[in-house]
């Protein structure tokens, strides 16, 4: 407000609406020092009032970026730190199962197997992790724990059956009911005879060929199906001799008999070979009962020992819309018909989660820009984790009494499979691809998050340049302003207090 001069020494009254301006001028600029923004509002900008929209729209964009990209950002560390303890586990189970560890012991289980067990129980844990009540592991069912627990797994309950009762079922029917794992052996006079108890078997043994490394023992392998071996003892043999053979294995693996010819008299196991007998029927008739005792031998040790890995693959690749598979029965060891899948009803399924078709990593994504979504989910039915699970799993539920002359063959039939397995071998996953993936991710998450925070500081300038006063500017208008009214309001008082008789 001014006072308007209307000559030498006089004023004129100011305006009343002048002083209420004023006053009000001040408390805006009071207000921007202590705020330090111009305007309360968009309109009050002017001019620059579209520009404010603008960057304020990009920015909080930007911050929905980085909002998502943070919490990711924790969820993928600690993915990736269970990964990689898992990755641990599996590596020490693989140094423990050797096959000298064994060592009779009253519960029929060794050091190695106990471990295992604890592993196992600590891997579920890392699978089960949650962040804010978002499990990990369960892909796009975040809100459902993925993983049943160690009990319930291994054992089942009233109504369904574990992962012990489907190893049981499944090592009886490749065992068979003649316990020489689905063969049958026969022959006469000098000849021995091996055959498949009949075509399309999906148990037990499977011939694949023989030999001998002599002529006396002659052999004929027929493919089949169903496939057979004869061999005929068509002149003594010498003792060293030997006939081969060759088996495949449910899990895949191929196991070699051989059976050695030794002289009368000498001592050893009728499973390692033969005597040579006084004539060729004498030598075949020790023959078939030596193909009988390795056979036997075998069925319970290395065909055990597969039908374990199997029964543990078909448990961990069952899901809640992939039952796990089960031998037809019971009677199991007579079972003919291929496995078949079992019911939530009847069998654990031990995977909860997300098990629908595509990418464990596409279950959860972020979006870290406009047109860039980084995919960072994960299952725990994944092949890596199944493959440690399986392993984990056949190492705890095994046992190996020392009442069983067979114990100490299945253990070291068992945990050379385990060390395989659990080695990852080529064409399986390995943890080490699921911690490059997530590793990926966050790469692809930091770079955008780099990104966004320059391009946020360089907005955040720019529109303090538009929306922020400048602290010095406005104390001194403030000061300007407050001098103005103190003189106005004193020479208003002033005029209003001129009188007649105070001017005479």
Known sequence: ??????????YRLANPNQFVSMRGQLDDLQRQLTTQKKSETFAGLGMDR????????????LDGYLTGIQRADVNLKLMTKAVENFAKLAGETRADARPDSYVETSTGRTSPQVLAEEKFKQTLDLLGSQVNGRYLFSGRTSDVEPVEGFSLIMDGDATRAGLKQ????RKQADLGAGGLGRLVTGGAGTNATIAEEAAGLPYGFKLTNASSSTAALTTAYTAGPPADIAVNVAALPQPGDTLKIALSLPDGTTKEVTLTARAAGTTGAAADGFVIGTDATT?????????????????????????AQVAA??????????????VPGPPFNTATAAPAPGTAANTVIWYQG???????????????????????????????FRTGLAQ??????????????NSKLRYEAMTERVRNNI????????PSELIVELGSAQTAMSQAKERHTATSNYLNTTLAGVEDITKEEVAMQILALQTTLQASYQTTSMLQQLRLTNYL
């Open 166 to 169: 489907l190893i049981s079922e």
């Open 354 to 384: 997300d098990d629908a078709a595509g990418s464990a990593r596409a279950t959860a994504s972020v979006q870290v820009d406009q047109g860039q979504q980084v995919a960072a989910g994960a299952r725990a039915n994944e092949e890596a």
């Open 283 to 307: 030598t075949a008739t020790n023959l078939r009962a030596s193909i009988n005792a390795a056979l036997s031998r075998e069925a319970n040790t290395s065909l055990s020992a597969a039908s």
């Open 1 to 10: 407000m001014t006072i308007t001069p209307t000559g030498t020494g006089a």
């Open 423 to 430: 080695g990852f071998p080529t064409g399986t996953q390995a």
């Open 50 to 61: 579209g520009v404010s929209l603008d960057l304020n729209n990009k920015l909080s964009t």
């Open 392 to 405: 984990f799993a056949i190492m705890a539920a095994e046992t190996f009494p020392a009442s069983d002359p």
């Open 313 to 326: 693959k078909d448990f961990f690749a069952g899901s809640p819309s992939n039952p796990p598979l089960r």
